[in-house]
């Protein structure tokens, strides 16, 4: 199998850059640049230039173009993905789950690791796209408002059911039928990212914390709160509190929530808003309480007991990361292939085990069980049915509120 090998490593030292990844510099590289992407900095990957070069506007596309299909000659497929996404063994240099997938079919993976922000990667395909040729990859992943533009500009392909038995059948309900790709017909689920509220026991110090409202409107937590730097996660969490839909708010209902926010800035409750880098925060105790990614927070709580987390009743955001197939790529079906390969417990639960993403596979704990019992029984990887039923999205935004929206968020928070 062809694939991306870095140099050897031993499994601690494996183990080290994984910890980093998740909490330090290369996780802050891929999260701290979605905001700046999918607003007013969208920059040369950007809306803007799109309709200079008279690509039309989302939401004017009938969908993706077919490309023929060489699958049934050429058995590879190309797979471009984050880095530090995937399974790895104890020698850093072979992902077990690509290899199974491999001997099982005789499809050469040739997996690459070559995204490490959304709009550096969408710059970097964009030029092919627009000019309808292959870009050289059958499998992309995109974080949800990406991939939402693609599908709106026609640039990806329609996916075939028949060869996603799996996928049909184990993905969670949750994520089911994003408004910007109903029924999943462009694309499917590599993980959840859900955003949660983390906090340090021994910084509270007996201070009670249940909600947003306690974050902003407590006076012994003032200076001592974090918000994340991503409007989607910090607006959203903030609409949740206020009884508002992330899915379903009007101008009005944002504007409502930055002021709020406002507020807590200028009094000095909000000590800062951060990328990945509240991770340093919270385990100091500089920050007492924070909205937080539950993929960090698996990682927190593995090396300090002081940290936890817990889920408002009024809800929490997820957002999540999709597999696609650009238009003209040569290995549609072998690409399906391995979208479904990936919905099959076993496969899912081993790449669970690694990454300690949300999985988005009904089915999987058993398998995960087997594994890692710990793992199978964190909600944060495995959503039970009461925490996936306080799951929202955040809507869909035109580019004229992605760009409005943003300049506001980041007036808010000095960006």
Not at 98 to 119: H, S
Not at 197 to 213: P, Q, R, W
Not at 240 to 247: E, R, S, V, Y
Request: aromatic share 8%; glycine share 8%; net charge negative.
């Amino acid at each position: 199998m062809e694939q991306y090998e870095p140099d050897r490593l031993s499994a601690a030292q494996v183990a080290a850059v994984r910890r980093s990844f998740r909490n330090g510099r290369a996780a802050l590289t891929r999260r701290s640049l979605l905001r700046a992407s999918a607003g007013g900095a969208l920059a040369a990957g950007g809306l803007g230039s799109l309709s200079a070069c008279g690509i039309p506007a989302a939401g004017q596309s009938q969908g993706g173009v077919s490309a023929q299909d060489h699958s049934a000659e050429e058995k590879t497929v190309s797979f471009s993905n984050w880095t530090e996404y995937m399974d790895v063994d104890d020698s850093g240099k072979r992902h077990p789950t690509l290899d199974q997938f491999a001997k099982r079919t005789g499809i050469k993976v040739k997996y690459t690791e070559d995204i490490n922000d959304n709009n550096e990667f969408f710059g970097k395909i964009k030029p092919q796209l627009a000019a309808g040729q292959d870009t050289g990859r059958d499998l992309i992943v995109l974080t949800d408002w990406l991939a939402a533009r693609l599908i709106r500009l026609g640039w990806v392909q329609k996916l075939d059911p028949a060869n996603l038995p799996h996928a049909y059948a184990n993905l969670s309900t949750q994520f089911r039928s994003p408004d910007w790709d109903p029924g999943r017909a462009y694309s499917y689920v590599w993980q959840g990212i859900s955003t949660v509220i983390a906090y340090n026991k021994k910084a509270l110090d007996g201070v009670e914390v249940k909600s947003i409202s306690d974050l902003l409107d407590n006076p012994k937590l003032k200076g001592r709160v974090g918000f994340l730097s991503e409007m989607r996660d910090s607006i959203g969490m903030t609409l949740l509190d206020m009884g508002k839909d992330p899915a379903d708010f009007t101008a009005d209902d944002y504007d409502a929530a930055i002021a709020r926010l406002q507020k807590a800035v200028d009094k000095g409750q909000i000590r800062r808003f951060t990328g990945n880098d509240y991770t340093s925060d919270l385990t100091s105790g500089d920050f007492a309480a924070c909205v937080a990614w539950a993929g960090d927070v698996v990682q927190l709580k593995a090396d300090s007991p002081d940290i936890d987390f817990l889920i408002p009743d009024s809800g929490y955001m997820t957002s999540t990361d999709n597999l696609l197939i650009p238009n003209k790529a040569r290995h549609k079906t072998n690409a399906e292939r391995l979208i479904d390969f990936y919905y099959e417990p076993r496969a899912a639960a081993e790449l669970a085990a690694y990454i300690n993403y949300v999985c988005p596979v009904d089915g999987v704990k058993a398998e995960l069980a087997k594994i890692d019992e710990d793992a199978a029984n964190n909600p944060l990887i495995i959503p039970d049915k009461a925490m996936a039923a306080k799951s929202r999205a955040f809507r869909s935004l035109s580019s004229k509120e992605e760009t409005e929206f943003e300049s506001k968020f980041a007036k808010l928070t000095g960006a």
